[in-house]
């Protein structure tokens, strides 16, 4: 291996339990950055519910995980877009864990295609997931936050929601027009609802991942060319890994992370540093 580009020795999970007592929801949790996202949250002592909207053994698989090490876990099914699945949704975690203390926004879709050829059906199936569910699930989270307030024994803050938002919330993305879309919105709603509630002491912020590896962007980094070419966007010269941005999340969900509101944290080894400027500028 090139001696600039060392091998990847990838960190140990936390050891401390820095959610202990707490209740957690992440969505779109069967897959990828959500399961890694959730299985981060248990280990780290919350008790967390699952959603999925398919592949429900995927789903069990991770509250099994959850489980292993002493946390409590939940799957339920509801599409994040429907207003209905989602109420119904808080209402079976609420009843399950009696509140929710930290909502993971994290269900997201992509439907590509060059501006001119992108159908109605795709952009409304973007933003209906993208933005619409996220907005739907904070909405819910945020009422149980202020119908409980802060409960001093389990954190200093009455909830925490973190929204998935993506570096396309600032980076423009040809070919994506409607995800780039979405994500730009996320970023305005997550600043806005931070600064409407945050006199309750709720907290929200976003993570912004760059390349990740999961499901989502297979085509980008499955074979070696693909992969390489990657590389030329990311000046840490590594693929980020749903870990990386789990890690994030326990600590961004804590209150070690109080008093952090209303920011997007990007992970994405530099790729919002504008490396095409390294050596052409
Ligand atoms: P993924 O495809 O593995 O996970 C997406 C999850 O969302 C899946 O579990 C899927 O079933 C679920 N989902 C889709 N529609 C849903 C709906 N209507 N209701 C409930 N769940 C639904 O991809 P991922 O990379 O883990 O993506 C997770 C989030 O991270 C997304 O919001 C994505 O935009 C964001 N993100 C990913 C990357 C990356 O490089 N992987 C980069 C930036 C942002």
Redesign the pocket.
Same mark, same amino acid.
């Given at each position: 291996m090139d001696a600039k580009f060392p091998e990847v020795v990838m960190p140990k999970c936390p050891a401390i339990q820095l959610l202990k007592g707490q209740k957690a929801m992440v969505?779109? =949790?069967?897959?990828? &950055?959500?399961?890694?996202v959730a299985v981060a949250l248990g280990h780290a002592g919350a008790d967390v519910i699952v959603?999925? #909207?398919?592949?429900r053994e995927?789903a069990e698989e991770v509250c099994e995980e959850i489980r292993h090490c002493g946390s409590s876990a939940k799957a339920i099914l509801?599409? #994040? =877009?429907?207003e209905q699945q989602v109420q119904d949704m808080f209402r079976e975690a609420i009843d399950t864990f009696a509140t929710i203390d930290i909502l993971v926004?994290?269900?997201? &879709?992509?439907r590509d295609a060059p501006f001119d050829e992108m159908t109605l059906d795709q952009w409304r199936k973007v933003i209906? #997931?993208?933005l619409t *569910?996220q907005f739907l699930c904070a909405r819910e989270a945020i009422r149980e936050f202020k119908r409980r307030g802060v409960n001093q024994e389990v954190s200093c803050s009455a909830g925490k929601i973190i929204c998935?938002?993506? #570096?396309?919330e600032l980076v423009p993305w040809a070919g994506h027009v409607n995800?780039a879309a979405s994500?730009g919105g996320v970023m305005l709603m997550m600043k806005s609802i931070a600064q409407e509630v945050a006199p309750y002491r709720i907290r929200v912020n976003s993570i912004?991942? *760059?390349?990740?590896?999961?499901? &989502?962007?297979r085509s980008?980094w499955e074979t070696k060319e693909a992969y390489d070419k990657l590389m030329e966007l990311v000046p840490y010269k590594r693929i *980020?890994e749903?870990e990386d &941005?789990a890690r994030a999340a326990v600590w961004l969900a804590s209150d070690e992370a109080d008093y952090i509101n209303g920011t997007t944290l990007f992970i994405d080894g530099g790729m919002t540093l504008y490396p095409g400027f390294t050596e052409n500028g």
């Open positions: 969505t779109g =949790a069967n897959s990828g &950055i959500g399961r890694a959603n999925y #909207v398919v592949n995927e509801a599409d #994040v =877009a429907d926004n994290n269900a997201g &879709i992509q209906d #997931v993208n *569910g998935m938002s993506s #570096v396309h995800y994500k912004g991942p *760059g390349a990740i590896r999961t499901p &989502i962007n980008a *980020g749903p &941005i």
